[in-house]
Structures are given as C-alpha cells and as structure tokens.
C-alpha cells in the first residue's frame, strides 16, 4: 500500500513552528500568573488593611454608627483576599503586558512596535486614572448622596462587603475603561479605521452616548451620572485633539519593505 501521509518538509515546519508558538505561549502565560500569584502572596498579609483603604470611601460617608456588614459565614474571609487579588493584578499588570508583548513582537514589524509600545503603555496609565477618578472623587460624591438621601426615609444603610466589592468593582471597570477613550479614538484614526473628520461630525450622538452609558452603569442620581458623562465627553475631545498629531497609516507596500525582527 502507498503512505498517504504527507513529507511535505514545509507542512512539517509549519507544524513544528505552530507546536513552537504553543509551547511559547503556555510559558509566556506561566511566567505572567506566576508574577501575579507572587505580588498577591507579598500582600496577603496586609489584606485586612487594603481592603479597610478599599472600603474607605463609604466608611466616611456613612452617618454616625454605620457600619459595614457580612451576610456570608466566608464573606469575611474570602472578600478582602479578592480585593488583595485585585490589587495585586493591578502591580503586576506591567509584567502581564511585557510577557503579551514579547509572544506578538516577532511577528509585529518595527513601524507597529514604535506605535504599540506607547499605546499599551498609555493604556495602563489611563486605566489608573480611571480607578483613582472613581475612588477619590465618584465614591466620596455618590456614597454621600445616597447616605443623606436615606436619612428622612429612617432607613439605615448598612451595606453588605460582598455588595459593595461588587459595586466597586464595575464603577472601577466603568471609568477604567472610559479613560481609555483617547486611546481608541487615536487608534482608530492611526489605522483607517474612521477619519478624523468622521468622528468630529458623529460628535452630538457621542454625547448622547455618554450620558446613555453613564445613566446604565452609575448609580440612579443625576450627579453620579454627569461624573462619569463630562469625562467620557471630555476624554473623547482630548482624542480627537491629539489624534491630529498622529501620522497617516503606512501603505500595505511600506509594510512589506520592512524587515521583520527576529
């Protein structure tokens, strides 16, 4: 009988490039979780603390003798250890980032290298603000309103940890994520993707978006609202501001003259 198989020698060193790239990346990730578990195993022991900063902002804002409380026999335990995890992912993001960027940076040429390393960078930075925007400004503000709204209903506010990790966490991913507005919008421009022109003329339905978002991920006050809204708006601004800035997106024949690196 004939061997179907194939001997093809570039079949076999497509394969064994692809099993490489595999083995690459399981180590890239390895090396990326290893970097977080060892940020959270050197916080540990100060979860209690982190996650008293962590509360803080509703803490003050409560009236005289509020208090935080635990509905779950665990809750106790299990809630300021996912708030050490979360802050210890934050640390070690930076470390996340280089093992991403040096699995993709073979295959990227130099022209992508120069614009991806300030992108992810400036990312990061803007992510940050986001969440210091939230914690030190959007927290104190709403968790006062809703303190003193509360008080003529003779109602008080006793909020469960869980609840409140919760809460926190989607306002941070909200405003984390609305930072990075300038971002995309220099990206989009950069690539092709939309002209400049186009986004200045879409800008009314942006602002309607804003205040659309805002009114779906903030809580239901006009003030948490227009906290997160003015920044989106703003921050859209500020993209197209320096989007004009950016260079024209290299034709597919630039591209190609340009030596890969190893």
């Given amino acids: ?13 497509q394969q064994e490039t692809f099993i490489s790239h ?47 409380i635990v509905t779950d026999v665990t809750g106790s335990f299990f809630v300021p250890m ?13 470390w996340v980032l ?31 603000c986001g969440v210091a925007f939230a914690y030190f400004l959007v927290f104190p503000t709403v968790f006062h309103f809703m303190a003193h709204y509360n008080a003529p209903l003779g109602a008080d506010m006793s909020t469960d940890i869980d609840k409140y990790l919760s809460f926190a966490m989607t306002t941070f991913l909200a ?10 919008v220099i990206v989009l421009v950069r690539f092709g993707v939309v002209e400049l022109e186009k986004l200045k ?19 239901p006050d006009v003030l948490s ?3 997160l809204a003015v ?6 601004e500020l993209g197209l501001l320096m989007a004009r800035f950016v260079g024209r997106p290299e034709t597919s024949a630039d591209a190609a003259g340009e030596t890969q690196a190893d």
């Fill in 175 to 184: 405003f984390g994520i609305t930072f990075e507005v300038p971002v995309v």
């Fill in 82 to 94: 996912k708030v050490t995890l979360l802050v210890a992912f934050l640390i070690a993001l930076p």
């Fill in 231 to 236: 920044p989106l708006i703003a921050l859209y």
């Fill in 22 to 68: 595999l083995v690459e990346l399981r180590e890239r990730l390895v090396k990326a979780v290893a970097g977080v578990i060892l940020v959270f195993v050197g916080l540990v022991y100060w979860a209690p603390v982190i996650f008293n900063l962590f509360a803080r902002p509703l803490m003050d804002a409560l009236p005289k003798g509020g208090r935080m």
């Fill in 201 to 219: 003329q879409i800008r009314p339905y942006v602002i309607v978006g804003a205040f659309i978002v805002a009114a779906v991920v903030t809580p």
């Fill in 1 to 13: 009988m004939s061997d179907n198989r194939s001997n093809d020698p570039q079949d076999e060193s």
């Fill in 98 to 128: 280089y093992q991403v960027w040096q699995f993709v940076a073979p295959g990227l040429y130099q022209h992508e290298k120069r614009l991806i390393v300030p992108l992810v960078s400036s990312s990061y930075v803007l992510f940050l």
């Fill in 225 to 227: 609202q227009l906290l």
